[in-house]
């Protein structure tokens, strides 16, 4: 049994009946309640298009995005987080031709070859599978964010895959926290910058330890309607 299976089954059991009612209401990630009238829908759509509009305005190199995935697998892993489980996936901004785009380690069938992507921040942000997003900034220097640059153009130019095991030992593979904690660590050249989470004697980077952090300020946080 790997390890990502151990910590999801000592940390997640008490959610798991949650978790299996709540595959059966979400089979399809993004499928809004059939209740919901066509104005309502126009009404939503309006909202959280100037919900990313906003978020990618408020963006700058070297933020970290985060965001929670609508499916029950999102939920899942989101328990993993032991201080705030309100986002389930991250990535890190770069401004490049004046336009953000996201740096973020991803799996599953949201990206079939498991490397590292980058997407624009508008995609990144798209609320037809994630229901919240958040923008945060950290106390770089200028000269950091510089480093932090060249260290996530190190780290695409490799495209390593997702890590399914979530080690951290390794660096073939990154799990989409691990990438955020071990770029921004090298960028500032300080390992205790981003910490790790022990669990069920397991250690790990959660996603709230990029956020729940004294070196973190969330700029923005909202849910999509």
């Known amino acids: 049994m790997n390890k990502i299976v151990k910590i999801i089954l000592v940390l997640v059991i008490p959610v798991a009946a949650f978790v299996l009612v709540a595959m059966k209401v979400f089979h399809t990630e993004g499928t809004r309640p059939s209740s919901v009238t066509p104005h309502e829908l126009l009404i939503a759509d309006i909202s959280n298009k100037k919900i990313v509009d906003t978020a990618v305005s408020l963006l700058r190199s070297g933020y970290i995005v985060l965001r929670m995935g609508a499916g029950a697998d999102s939920r899942m892993l989101a328990q993993m987080n032991q201080k705030n489980r309100s986002f ?19 799996g599953g069938e949201d990206n079939p070859d498991e490397r590292l992507r980058r997407d624009s921040a ?3 942000f798209s609320p037809k599978h994630n229901t919240a997003v958040a923008v945060v900034k950290y106390d770089f220097s200028d000269d950091e964010v510089n480093k932090l640059m060249k260290v996530v153009q190190t780290y695409y130019a490799q495209r390593p895959r997702f890590d399914m095991k979530f080690d ?10 691990e990438f955020v904690y071990k770029a921004v660590n090298k960028a500032v050249n300080d390992t205790a910058y981003i910490t790790t989470t022990t669990a ?7 996603i709230d330890d990029l956020f729940v952090n004294p070196h973190a300020h969330i700029v923005w946080q909202t849910a999509f309607k």
Do not use: N, Q, R, W
């Not at 951290?168 to 926290?177: G, I, M, T």
């Open 122 to 124: 508008k995609f990144f």
């Open 88 to 106: 389930s996936h991250c990535g890190i901004v770069m401004i490049e031709g004046g336009y953000p785009f996201v740096y973020h380690s991803i």
């Open 168 to 177: 951290l030992k390794s660096d073939d593979k990154l799990y989409c926290a």
């Open 200 to 206: 069920a004697g397991y250690t790990f980077v959660g």
